[in-house]
């Protein structure tokens, strides 16, 4: 039973000395993967971005009224 494991080990161990095919450089496949994006189109760019602005301001003003109160109610207290 141990000259099998030991037979099968060296039979493995010879294997892994093949030839090694040449890798692909990092560009080759940053420019692949950009290739894959979907970019989107002016009309959708726009809308996109006013909604984040028109959100990102909303929740200001609701983290500012928000911050006014707690402040007014800890004045109130000292």
Same mark, same amino acid.
């Given at each position: 039973m141990g000259d099998?494991?030991?037979?099968?080990? =060296?039979?493995?161990?010879g294997k892994s000395k093949e030839p090694k095919t040449?890798?692909?450089?990092w560009f080759k496949g940053l420019?692949?993967?950009f290739s894959k994006i979907i970019w989107p189109d002016k009309e959708t760019l726009l809308k =996109?971005?006013?909604t984040v602005v028109?959100?990102?301001?909303?929740?200001?003003v609701v983290i500012a009224?928000?911050?006014?109160?707690?402040?007014?109610?800890?004045?109130?207290?000292i």
């Open positions: 099998a494991a030991v037979n099968s080990t =060296e039979k493995t161990a040449p890798k692909k450089s420019k692949s993967e =996109e971005s006013v028109v959100i990102s301001v909303a929740l200001g009224l928000v911050d006014m109160v707690i402040r007014a109610g800890i004045n109130v207290i």
